[in-house]
């Protein structure tokens, strides 16, 4: 299916654990992005990427890392996951500026950390 | 640094109404701004799109204005419709770059 998917869609992971969530898109879009949702803070960027094994930091980096090897795929890992980033990520994909401007989303992945 | 802000945060209103989401930013060198919207538990969908040059967009019932000199956006629905209700989230791009900063939303419900 074309678009951009996400995995999991709901994970349950304990403190300290290490947690990696998945976004594909289809697109060939250069730029992807990884956001947080938190209510009373509403989304925030934690990292981005403008192409392949090109990454940096957005708002809230601390804490999360990125890879991107491959311009379809860019997984989020949390090496040592803490109770406060139980939240919702959205990851999102972007042309890029010299073509259709828009942002487009994945359905996000529910994360608790208990 | 970008803020975007959104009033209200929450809006109801009456089936048929037409109605005005406001949405201002701090800074005006933006490259443009774009309208979303969000369901409960469920991602975003971008509705309408602006691009700096752009004083206004429209779709169907929805039209986004521009105005960057003020520091203002706002998202015009014409005719409100139940299925209307959801989250609208407006979002800048970060001075220069790419980034978008998303203001808090405005929650609208549509009442039958």
């Known amino acids: 299916d074309a678009g951009i998917t996400q995995s999991p869609r709901y994970k349950i992971t304990e403190t300290g654990r290490q947690v990696t969530l998945m976004c594909h898109q289809t697109?060939?879009?250069?730029?992807m992005f990884w956001y947080r949702q938190d209510l009373g803070h509403g989304l925030r960027l934690i990292y981005y990427?403008?192409?392949?094994?090109?990454?940096d930091k957005g708002e809230v980096p601390d804490g999360y890392v990125v890879s991107r090897s491959k311009t379809e795929n860019f997984p989020l890992t949390l090496e040592s996951a803490t109770r406060s980033q139980t939240s919702v990520y959205f990851c999102?994909?972007?042309?890029?500026?010299?073509?259709?401007?828009?942002?487009?989303f994945g359905p996000g992945t529910r994360l608790t950390v208990l | 640094k970008q803020e975007v802000t959104q009033i209200p945060a929450a809006l109801s209103v009456p089936e048929g109404e037409n109605l005005v989401l406001n949405c201002s930013f701090t800074?005006?060198?933006?490259?443009?701004l774009q309208w979303f919207r969000q369901d409960p538990g469920k991602g975003l969908t971008s509705l309408l799109l602006i691009q700096s040059s752009q004083r206004e967009q429209t779709s169907g019932r929805l039209n986004a204005s521009l105005d960057k000199s003020s520091g203002r956006s706002t998202l015009y629905i014409a005719a409100s419709q139940p299925g209307d209700s959801a989250t609208y989230l407006c979002?800048?791009?970060?001075?220069?770059?790419?980034?978008?900063?998303f203001g808090k939303g405005t929650k609208l419900t549509v009442n039958p």
């Open positions: 697109w060939s879009h250069s730029y």
């Open positions: 990427s403008a192409a392949a094994d090109i990454t």
């Open positions: 999102a994909s972007y042309e890029g500026l010299a073509g259709n401007n828009e942002q487009f």
């Open positions: 979002a800048a791009t970060q001075g220069g770059s790419e980034k978008l900063v």
């Open positions: 800074d005006s060198a933006i490259y443009n």
